[in-house]
């Protein structure tokens, strides 16, 4: 069975500082990660995928992760926060064969100016 | 153009009552998918759909009965609502292949008094 922990529910970072959320996940072969970022009152809009190849996946809005198999995490980062990142974050992992995706709880990110 | 749309937005109504909710994308994507999404914000899978057919049962009560008409669209009807079942329903849609991301609707919010 595949899961995903995203270990802090909340991460508050000063805008202009650097930001982790973290996820880590356990499957049975490869794994494809993923992450997504809700606004309130909105639907989850993808953010980017680790899928193979380069451990750090460049996705929207300046945001990266990085793919560390021997940890298995896939960490989302990004060098200088805005207030505007401010949302709630999830971590997800699929199946290989495109069985369900199973979402991490999420963790909300709050930026103060 | 909206990818994925889904009505209502918002939904209320008395305990016992049936109530459907729609879903149509137009990305001409393959698999389609119902999320619920609770009061702390927990995702989780009710339903998958690949091209009609349902391919993911989440150990939902059966007075939860999707319906596929075409490979557009995945409705949820709700049989004899419970106050339990008040969340944010979300749609989504992808590519079958488990490398790809999911594209979100805006959810339905469902408020059952």
């Known amino acids: 069975a595949q899961s995903v922990a995203q270990p802090e529910d909340q991460v508050n970072v000063a805008e202009g500082n650097p930001l982790t959320v973290k996820c880590t996940y356990s499957?049975?072969?490869?794994?494809?990660l993923f992450w997504y970022v809700q606004y309130p009152n909105r639907g989850l809009q993808f953010l980017l995928k680790?899928?193979?190849?380069?451990?750090l996946v460049k996705g929207s809005y300046g945001f990266e992760a990085e793919f560390n198999k021997s940890q298995t995490s896939f960490h989302l980062k990004k060098p200088s926060a805005l207030v505007s990142d401010s949302a709630l974050y999830f971590c997800a992992v699929r199946d290989f064969d495109a069985g369900k995706s199973t979402f991490g709880d999420g963790t909300t990110l709050t930026v103060k100016p | 153009d909206t990818a994925v749309s889904q009505t209502p937005k918002y939904l209320v109504t008395q305990m016992g009552n049936d109530k459907s909710i729609k879903c149509e994308q137009n990305l001409g994507h393959d698999t389609m998918y119902w999320y619920k999404q609770d009061s702390k914000k927990f995702l989780k899978i009710m339903f998958s759909?690949?091209?009609?057919?349902?391919?993911i049962n989440e150990t939902v009560p059966n007075r939860f009965s999707p319906k596929s008409p075409d490979k557009a669209h995945l409705n949820l009807h709700i049989n004899s609502l419970e106050l339990g079942d008040s969340a944010v329903y979300f749609c989504?849609?992808?590519?079958?292949?488990?490398?790809?991301?999911?594209?979100f609707g805006q959810g339905t919010r469902l408020t059952v008094v």
């Open positions: 680790y899928i193979t190849g380069d451990n």
């Open positions: 989504a849609s992808s590519q079958p292949q488990g490398s790809t991301e999911a594209f």
């Open positions: 499957v049975s072969g490869n794994p494809y």
């Open positions: 759909y690949n091209n009609k057919e349902l391919i």
